[in-house]
């Protein structure tokens, strides 16, 4: 079903791939229902339902309250979430769409993604505060932790220990298949270093897409657990150590990463062995790397590592990316000296990446822990339909994906 505005979204993408431009800017999906208006829902699909600490015409005043509301149906649910500081961890079962909605007037005034001044870090109106962090193992899992959860059940979510993680039954059902959230920012700052596992999101048995968000912690910020898809456009990812973490599949376009000062890698991955072949990994497409700011920057100078392997099926890949001075000329390192975690299915790569923090030559000196690929080598990676897949393995099913923004592709 498609609205007057997705067709017009839609024509304008078309003209622009059609003029060989390459569309930028915030998704434009929800720019009615994102406005603030003197009716809040005015714009919205049909049935939202509004949430405001502060207004009384909203239905609720917490965020988790209108999820629950929802109900698990495969019918889509739209919230609409006017702008506040929500102190709240939210957790998402539901098999049906759910969209969460930030009020935003980021859409309307349509910068792009290199506009952005990365020494002040952007903010969002609607704002979802969690701080906790997993340090000296206080939790049984990380999954304690997180400001917003999507899974199916409790144990889909579990991290786990081990080269393999948590035990996860195979008859256990997927979860959200289509969720989303617009112009929200999701922080755990309890502490302001790597103090324990801190996650911001965690993504398990589930497909979803954040646009225009912001992420903020320090360790482990994001957790892409087993049989995860999560797709970011437009996002800020910040943190210190292993902040992209997990098992599943996730693909970050034309995002910022906001180094906070330099520990483990920027990315850690667990590959998991399967009867069908799987691109599990993490893929970065145009997302600068940067320090968080300039005092912050002088003490990592060739510092930040891209990653570290979790376990050897370590997959990871950065294209097409700009990397500050802070970054390590290498690239990625070995977990340990004795206990080193790179062989034949350790993929740990960057393609067509520059900067002052990359260095090539560095990279092709590391032996064989950086993988600096060709056009051909990044083929089977370049593009989320590359890349995510349903849980028996077939890949290309990216309908969960806002279609406005994958016009973006060149
Ligand atoms: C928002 O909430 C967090 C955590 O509860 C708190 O640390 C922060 O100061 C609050 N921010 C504002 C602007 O009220
Ligand atoms: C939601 O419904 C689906 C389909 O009926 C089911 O498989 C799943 O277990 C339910 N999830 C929750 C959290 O109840
Ligand atoms: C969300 O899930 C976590 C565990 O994953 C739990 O500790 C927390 O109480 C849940 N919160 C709500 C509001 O359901
Ligand atoms: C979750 O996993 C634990 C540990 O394996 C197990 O004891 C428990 O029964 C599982 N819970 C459910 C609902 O399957
Ligand atoms: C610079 O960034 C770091 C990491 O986020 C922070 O701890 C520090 O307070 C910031 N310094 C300034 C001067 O903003
Ligand atoms: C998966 O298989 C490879 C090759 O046999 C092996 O090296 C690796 O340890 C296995 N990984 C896991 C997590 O079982
Ligand atoms: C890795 O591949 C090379 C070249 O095919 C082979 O010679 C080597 O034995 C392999 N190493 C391991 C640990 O499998
Ligand atoms: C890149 O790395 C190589 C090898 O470590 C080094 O010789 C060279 O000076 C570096 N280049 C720059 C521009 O730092």
Not at 334 to 361: C, H, L, S
């Amino acid at each position: 079903m498609l609205g007057l505005a997705s067709l017009a979204v839609l024509a304008s993408g078309l003209l622009q791939v059609a003029a060989g431009l390459d569309p930028q800017g915030p998704a434009q999906t929800y720019k009615r229902c994102q406005r603030k208006t003197c009716n809040p829902t005015d714009g919205c699909p049909q049935g939202t339902i509004y949430v405001s600490k502060d207004d009384s015409r909203a239905s609720f005043s917490s965020i988790q309250a209108a999820i629950e509301s929802v109900g698990n149906t495969t019918t889509p649910a739209y919230i609409l979430i006017a702008p506040g500081n929500y102190t709240e961890q939210l957790n998402v079962t539901r098999r049906g769409p759910l969209h969460l909605i930030g009020m935003s007037t980021r859409p309307w005034k349509g910068e792009t993604y290199s506009d952005i001044d990365v020494n002040t870090e952007r903010q969002n109106d609607v704002q979802v505060w969690w701080n906790s962090a997993n340090h000296d193992a206080i939790f049984s899992d990380n999954v304690f932790t997180s400001v917003l959860t999507v899974g199916p059940t409790f144990n889909a979510t579990l991290t786990g220990s081990g080269p393999t993680g948590f035990p996860v039954p195979d008859d256990t059902p997927f979860g959200c298949t289509d969720f989303r959230a617009y112009n929200i920012d999701f922080r755990n700052e309890f502490a302001p270093y790597s103090d324990g596992p801190a996650h911001a999101i965690g993504v398990s048995r589930a497909n979803a897409g954040f646009y225009s968000c912001g992420f903020y912690s320090w360790q482990d910020t994001i957790y892409i657990g087993k049989l995860g898809n999560a797709y970011f456009y437009d996002a800020i990812v910040a943190g210190q150590t292993d902040f992209l973490y997990g098992f599943g599949t996730l693909y970050v376009e034309k995002s910022h990463l906001t180094l906070r000062s330099c520990g483990g890698g920027i990315t850690a991955w667990k590959g998991t062995n399967t009867t069908f072949p799987n691109k599990y990994g993490v893929y970065l497409d145009r997302t600068p790397l940067i320090a968080a700011n300039a005092s912050i920057a002088a003490k990592m100078v060739g510092k930040c590592a891209l990653g570290r392997p979790w376990n050897a099926q370590h997959r990871s890949v950065f294209m097409d990316s700009y990397f500050d001075g802070s970054v390590r000329p290498a690239g990625y390192i070995i977990w340990g000296t004795t206990d080193q975690r790179v062989n034949n299915y350790t993929f740990m790569a960057t393609w067509e990446d520059y900067g002052p923090g990359y260095n090539k030559t560095a990279e092709m000196g590391s032996g064989g822990v950086t993988l600096v690929l060709d056009d051909e080598e990044v083929g089977p990676y370049r593009y989320p339909a590359d890349v995510f897949q349903t849980p028996e393995g077939g890949f290309g099913n990216v309908g969960w994906i806002d279609q406005s923004v994958l016009f973006s592709k060149d």
